[in-house]
């Protein structure tokens, strides 16, 4: 009788799964395919190699004392020196001493807990708004929390008010101003934004023709020119007498500047509500406030979100701009540290530094962006 | 009935012609002209207020005003570039002559830029899309790495590091000995036009000019009568052929001055600095993230449908590529990528932060802080930014024109 012998079952040809499968067809598809591919490796050889022994394998770490964010790390009694070095790879003990220049500028030493307090206090927000977003009162925390948060960074990193010893805003500097102007420069031009948009896309011919020269005007023209004209032509449109300082001059300019272009992303958002929100709107017979504030803007300023955060990380990006007329951002210390005669020909390691920090921030604020672009397409796509 | 009374009350009173206040308060058009009134007479109260300020201001300081300044002697050298080159400039000329070689070098850059940036965007562009997992992962990689970097930071940076990394004159890294690069920038042979040069120059643009006419005609041709014929033969011809057959027979009428090297330097040749090496590239290389993003967005815009449709109707790839993919695809590619252009020649101006003597660094840096006269030179400064961005807003419209979809 016979029996039926069950085999085992054939595992697949070892071309057919797993890695292998996935080389051919990723990387090894065509001849054309094989070329790319080994000419991209050979790209990758050339360049990382040589660039991770620069910044790692032949690199000198552990020398002097590192000051990070107020705590210190020892690495060595010896001070670090451009002799002791090296010149084959990065000396990063010159960043642990310019550290603290790129973080708070010549902010003074003995009053660096403020700063920190302040870095502190922006991490704890990122804590703290998502919590509040199901919370009974979430509406009051979040009107004292903008109210109070600027004021209290102010206090502390301005001083004054008798409380605090004051420090000068020329004193301010490194990633702290680059941070300072950055958030500064959102917030306030974020409303004037939104006016100019409502302005451009108004009914009132004198209106529309103001805002429309106004965004069309700083769009045309590079954020240099607008620093240059804020620190040197302001001063003069004002009465005589009138000190201005020449950060508060920078903020102005660079305010005006992204107001203009937080319009046309916030026009953007207006254009693409229904004509019918708007019609349904008067046909209750709101007001033009009303329609606007509780109809229009909540929708627009919604899908517009995503370009929002786009232009504040390019405005993140323009803020290195101030050192052209005389601020110290992070950039600027790196540029003005490189002339250290004890540092001579040190450069590298500061720019590749400020070029890590920078990028760390843009390419999170970026992802961020990317995130909420996902989130707020509610469009199918099939 | 309570209703109705309200509503025959208020149709009464707007039927009183007379001057009501209340009704003037709720009639739109009155809010309107008033609103506007406000906002016009705030704004001219500004202007009016700031003006006078600045006149006042100016008088205390003892700053001159008007554009006499121009014609003064400008006092200073300029890095020599090409500007210096067309306006024949020495430190005896004049301060519009600043203004002029600081225009010339801003558009030099400018062009060079966009053609880099645009070949760049390209090919990581097409790389974004390979199906070859390493080739779009690197292609990836680079948009990542450059476009989340400051774009003064990479000028400073890539400055920094031409300094540094490139030879002394004397360890020049050499070309097949006409090109060499050191510290000093490339030296580039220098094209030296004899007598006649003109004329093969002349023929190359009639050859263009009659390669477009024989386009023309083929394809109006093609349209009447459905023959298709190629005409890249007619237009290589023409535009390649005819001006080499002209310069041959008068002689090659162009000599290269090549740099040799001397004691301490490279001498003769065309000498390009590294400020403009490190400017262009990095410009070229940030703007070149945001157009390989356009041309990555164009081509996944078009259908997947177009592509099987088009090979439905029996036409080859190339066929296909050429008139069904681009044309599409370009239309959401192109107009973001001269956006990219405008926004390559404002970045120009942060040549300031190295010296360049374009015209935000020579002319508002310079001769600003010599003159001192911020209004006049900021105003023709901004002139300039804002014509040439006039000048792309209108290649933009008629692009954009040229390339809407056609209804009938």
Same mark, same amino acid.
């Given at each position: 009788?016979?029996?039926?012998?069950?085999?085992?079952?054939?595992?697949?040809?070892?071309?057919?799964?797993?890695?292998?499968?996935?080389?051919?067809?990723?990387?090894?598809?065509?001849?054309?395919?094989?070329?790319?591919?080994?000419?991209?490796?050979?790209?990758?050889?050339?360049?990382?190699?040589?660039?991770?022994?620069?910044?790692?394998?032949?690199?000198?770490?552990?020398?002097?004392?590192?000051?990070?964010?107020?705590?210190?790390?020892?690495?060595?009694?010896?001070?670090?020196?451009?002799?002791?070095?090296?010149?084959?790879?990065?000396?990063?003990?010159?960043?642990?001493?310019?550290?603290?220049?790129?973080?708070?500028?010549?902010?003074?030493?003995?009053?660096?807990?403020?700063?920190?307090?302040?870095?502190?206090?922006?991490?704890?927000?990122?804590?703290?708004?998502?919590?509040?977003?199901?919370?009974?009162?979430?509406?009051?925390?979040? !009107?004292? +929390? *903008? =109210?109070?948060?600027?004021? /209290?960074?102010?206090?502390?990193?301005? @001083?004054?008010?008798?409380? #605090?010893?004051?420090?000068?805003?020329?004193?301010?500097?490194?990633?702290? !101003?680059? +941070? *300072? =102007?950055?958030?500064?420069? /959102?917030?306030?031009?974020?409303?004037? @934004?939104?006016?100019?948009? #409502?302005?451009?896309?108004?009914?009132?011919?004198?209106?529309?023709?103001?805002?429309? +020269?106004? =965004?069309?005007?700083?769009?045309?023209?590079?954020?240099?020119?607008?620093?240059?004209?804020?620190?040197?032509?302001?001063?003069?449109?004002?009465?005589?007498?009138?000190?201005?300082?020449? +950060?508060?001059?920078?903020?102005?300019?660079?305010?005006?500047?992204?107001?203009?272009?937080?319009?046309?992303?916030?026009?953007?958002?207006?254009?693409?509500?229904?004509?019918?929100?708007?019609?349904?709107?008067?046909?209750?017979?709101?007001?033009?406030?009303?329609?606007?504030?509780?109809?229009?803007?909540?929708?627009?300023?919604?899908?517009?979100?995503?370009?929002?955060?786009?232009?504040?990380?390019?405005?993140?990006?323009?803020?290195?701009?101030?050192?052209?007329?005389?601020?110290?951002?992070?950039?600027?210390?790196?540029?003005?540290?490189?002339?250290?005669?004890?540092?001579?020909?040190?450069?590298?390691?500061?720019?590749?530094?400020?070029?890590?920090?920078?990028?760390?921030?843009?390419?999170?604020?970026?992802?961020?962006?990317?995130?909420?672009?996902?989130?707020?397409?509610?469009?199918?796509?099939? | 009935?309570?209703?109705?009374?309200?509503?025959?009350?208020?149709?009464?009173?707007?039927?009183?012609?007379?001057?009501?206040?209340?009704?003037?308060?709720?009639?739109?058009?009155?809010?309107?002209?008033?609103?506007?009134?406000?906002?016009?007479?705030?704004?001219?109260?500004?202007?009016?207020?700031?003006?006078?300020?600045?006149?006042?201001?100016?008088?205390?300081?003892?700053?001159?005003?008007?554009?006499?300044?121009?014609?003064?002697?400008?006092?200073?050298?300029?890095?020599?570039?090409?500007?210096?080159?067309?306006?024949?400039?020495?430190?005896?000329?004049?301060?519009?002559?600043?203004?002029?070689?600081?225009?010339?070098?801003?558009?030099?850059?400018?062009?060079?830029?966009?053609?880099?940036?645009?070949?760049?965007?390209?090919?990581?562009?097409?790389?974004?899309?390979?199906?070859?997992?390493?080739?779009?992962?690197?292609?990836?990689?680079?948009?990542?790495?450059?476009?989340?970097?400051?774009?003064?930071?990479?000028?400073?940076?890539?400055?920094?590091?031409?300094?540094?990394?490139?030879?002394?004159?004397?360890?020049?890294?050499?070309?097949?000995?006409?090109?060499?690069?050191?510290?000093?920038?490339?030296?580039?042979?220098?094209?030296?036009?004899?007598?006649?040069?003109?004329?093969?120059?002349?023929?190359?643009?009639?050859?263009?000019?009659?390669?477009?006419?024989?386009?023309?005609?083929?394809?109006?041709?093609?349209?009447?009568?459905?023959?298709?014929?190629?005409?890249?033969?007619?237009?290589?011809?023409?535009?390649?052929?005819?001006?080499?057959?002209?310069?041959?027979?008068?002689?090659?009428?162009?000599?290269?001055?090549?740099?040799?090297?001397?004691?301490?330097?490279?001498?003769?040749?065309?000498?390009?600095?590294?400020?403009?090496?490190?400017?262009?590239?990095?410009?070229?290389?940030?703007?070149?993230?945001?157009?390989?993003?356009?041309?990555?967005?164009?081509?996944?815009?078009?259908?997947?449908?177009?592509?099987?449709?088009?090979?439905?109707?029996?036409?080859?790839?190339?066929?296909?590529?050429?008139?069904?993919?681009?044309?599409?695809?370009?239309?959401?590619?192109?107009?973001?990528?001269?956006?990219?252009?405008?926004?390559?020649?404002?970045?120009?101006?942060?040549?300031?932060?190295?010296?360049?003597?374009?015209?935000?660094?020579?002319?508002?840096?310079?001769?600003?802080?010599?003159?001192?006269?911020?209004?006049?030179?900021?105003?023709?400064?901004?002139?300039?930014?804002?014509?040439?961005?006039?000048?792309?807003?209108?290649?933009?419209?008629?692009?954009?024109?040229?390339?809407?979809?056609?209804?009938?």
């Amino acid at each position: 009788m016979p029996v039926f012998d069950q085999q085992e079952t054939r595992k697949p040809p070892i071309s057919q799964i797993g890695a292998v499968l996935w080389l051919k067809t990723n990387l090894f598809s065509s001849w054309i395919n094989s070329i790319l591919t080994f000419a991209s490796l050979y790209l990758l050889y050339i360049m990382i190699p040589p660039l991770l022994n620069w910044m790692i394998f032949d690199a000198s770490f552990s020398f002097g004392t590192i000051n990070f964010f107020g705590f210190e790390i020892k690495f060595s009694e010896e001070m670090a020196t451009n002799d002791n070095c090296g010149r084959v790879g990065a000396c990063w003990p010159y960043i642990y001493e310019k550290l603290y220049m790129y973080t708070y500028g010549f902010y003074p030493r003995t009053e660096t807990w403020r700063p920190n307090t302040v870095f502190a206090l922006t991490g704890l927000l990122f804590v703290i708004v998502p919590l509040i977003k199901n919370y009974k009162y979430k509406n009051r925390v979040t !009107l004292s +929390l *903008i =109210i109070l948060y600027p004021l /209290i960074s102010y206090v502390l990193i301005a @001083g004054g008010f008798g409380l #605090l010893t004051p420090v000068d805003t020329d004193q301010w500097g490194g990633l702290l !101003l680059t +941070l *300072i =102007i950055a958030s500064v420069g /959102i917030i306030v031009s974020f409303p004037i @934004g939104v006016l100019l948009a #409502l302005g451009r896309q108004s009914n009132l011919k004198v209106i529309k023709l103001f805002s429309t +020269l106004f =965004i069309e005007f700083i769009r045309a023209v590079p954020l240099i020119t607008i620093l240059f004209m804020a620190s040197f032509v302001l001063p003069l449109f004002l009465e005589s007498g009138n000190y201005f300082d020449k +950060l508060l001059r920078a903020l102005i300019g660079i305010a005006l500047f992204q107001a203009a272009y937080f319009a046309e992303v916030v026009r953007g958002g207006l254009q693409a509500i229904p004509r019918g929100q708007y019609e349904a709107a008067d046909a209750i017979g709101l007001s033009y406030f009303q329609k606007n504030v509780l109809i229009i803007l909540p929708q627009a300023l919604k899908i517009s979100i995503p370009n929002i955060v786009g232009s504040s990380i390019s405005l993140f990006k323009d803020t290195t701009l101030v050192l052209i007329i005389g601020l110290f951002d992070m950039l600027a210390m790196v540029n003005l540290t490189s002339n250290d005669p004890y540092w001579l020909g040190r450069e590298t390691e500061g720019f590749v530094f400020v070029t890590m920090v920078m990028w760390a921030i843009l390419y999170t604020m970026s992802r961020y962006s990317r995130k909420l672009e996902l989130r707020f397409n509610t469009e199918n796509k099939n | 009935m309570y209703m109705k009374k309200i509503i025959l009350d208020s149709l009464g009173k707007s039927q009183h012609r007379g001057l009501n206040f209340r009704d003037m308060l709720y009639n739109n058009e009155a809010r309107a002209f008033f609103f506007q009134i406000v906002t016009f007479v705030l704004v001219v109260g500004l202007f009016y207020t700031a003006i006078g300020n600045l006149f006042q201001n100016i008088d205390e300081r003892g700053i001159n005003t008007g554009f006499t300044f121009l014609k003064n002697r400008a006092g200073f050298d300029i890095l020599p570039f090409l500007g210096n080159y067309v306006v024949d400039y020495t430190p005896e000329s004049s301060n519009f002559s600043v203004f002029y070689v600081g225009l010339v070098n801003t558009l030099v850059v400018a062009f060079v830029g966009i053609i880099l940036s645009t070949l760049i965007g390209l090919l990581i562009g097409i790389a974004r899309l390979s199906n070859n997992y390493l080739v779009a992962k690197l292609a990836g990689g680079y948009i990542e790495l450059f476009r989340n970097v400051p774009i003064l930071l990479q000028i400073l940076f890539w400055y920094n590091l031409f300094i540094n990394l490139f030879p002394h004159p004397k360890q020049s890294f050499a070309f097949f000995d006409i090109m060499f690069l050191n510290q000093r920038g490339l030296y580039l042979p220098k094209p030296i036009p004899e007598d006649g040069f003109m004329l093969a120059a002349i023929s190359l643009l009639l050859g263009i000019i009659a390669s477009y006419f024989v386009k023309k005609y083929y394809k109006k041709k093609h349209e009447l009568t459905g023959i298709h014929t190629s005409t890249w033969p007619f237009s290589i011809a023409l535009i390649l052929g005819l001006p080499i057959i002209v310069f041959l027979i008068l002689g090659s009428p162009l000599q290269f001055d090549i740099a040799v090297l001397g004691k301490f330097n490279l001498r003769g040749g065309m000498n390009v600095v590294p400020e403009f090496l490190a400017l262009t590239f990095a410009l070229s290389v940030y703007t070149a993230t945001y157009i390989a993003e356009a041309i990555r967005s164009g081509i996944e815009a078009v259908d997947k449908g177009q592509k099987e449709a088009a090979a439905a109707i029996g036409l080859t790839p190339t066929q296909s590529l050429k008139l069904i993919i681009l044309p599409q695809a370009l239309r959401v590619a192109i107009p973001p990528t001269i956006n990219q252009y405008l926004n390559l020649t404002k970045n120009s101006s942060l040549a300031t932060a190295i010296g360049y003597p374009e015209l935000m660094s020579a002319f508002g840096g310079t001769v600003l802080n010599q003159v001192g006269q911020a209004v006049e030179i900021l105003a023709m400064a901004m002139l300039v930014y804002l014509v040439i961005s006039l000048f792309i807003s209108l290649l933009l419209n008629y692009v954009n024109n040229k390339m809407a979809i056609q209804g009938r």
